[in-house]
């Protein structure tokens, strides 16, 4: 490995890690549905990797699509540049629809009394919430969520805006190992710290108690994940 390809490596490993924690939108997504949705550490980790692959291999296939084809970098540019509006609206959209969602859902789950009343005369009254019973009673069947799925396909429309100028196409100055080297060093080093965001933060919120607005988390959660497609697509 020569110096210019060393100085590569170390530029992608640190390019991965800071330009991982400086975008909330990598790591508040999962760490939100994990909370409210309940998933196990290893769903959580699971997901994460898996929508981190995606995000990755997404960039890398343009890159080397553009390297292959001698596309000028401005073109490659313009393209991540849409993906990312595109990738931005989805994470709002579903962040929107999650909300709305949560907010029925909370209405729903609302708690109210109910009056009995005996032959003895005696009379007494409790709350309860219809969407817990309706829950309950079916609880032994297994529901397929469409979250984990729609934060794949947003994230495999994300695009990685350093990785094809700054490391790929330098590096492939020197030949397809390089473009390699740096790759694998980026993207091991993005989902890896990923990972560990994700689950730094999944057990802080685990401590977290919202009290009588708990029926009110998956909306929290909507909110938020549309909070970070509008600081991405405005830059707020």
């Excluded at 473009?179 to 685990?206: D, P, Y």
Aim: with cysteine; aromatic share 12%; charged share 10%.
């Amino acid at each position: 490995m020569d110096a210019k390809l060393g100085a590569l490596v170390v530029t992608a490993a640190s390019l991965g890690f800071i330009h991982t924690i400086i975008g909330p939108d990598h790591y508040l997504p999962f760490v939100m549905m994990s909370w409210v949705r309940r998933w196990s550490w290893a769903k959580t980790t699971v997901v994460t990797i898996l929508c981190g692959f995606g995000h990755i291999a997404s960039s890398v296939v343009l890159g080397l699509a553009g390297v292959w084809l001698g596309l000028v970098l401005k073109k490659l540019t313009i393209v991540e540049s849409f993906r990312g509006t595109i990738a931005a609206w989805l994470m709002i959209g579903f962040g929107l629809l999650y909300f709305v969602w949560g907010l029925r859902r909370a209405y729903r789950n609302r708690l109210h009394e109910h009056k009995h009343f005996h032959p003895s005369d005696l009379r007494h009254t409790h709350e309860h919430s219809h969407h817990q019973e309706h829950a309950h009673v079916h609880n032994g069947r297994s529901r397929v969520s469409i979250a984990p799925w729609a934060l794949f396909v947003i994230f495999v429309f994300g695009p990685c805006e350093v990785l094809i100028p700054t490391l790929m196409y330098p590096a492939a100055m020197g030949g397809w190992f390089g473009v390699a080297i740096v790759t694998s060093v980026f993207g091991t080093v993005t989902i890896a710290t990923m990972v560990g965001a994700v689950l730094l933060m999944r057990a802080g919120v685990s401590f977290v108690r919202l009290g009588s607005l708990e029926r009110f988390a998956h909306a929290i959660a909507g909110a938020t994940i549309c909070l970070c497609g509008l600081a991405v697509q405005f830059g707020l």
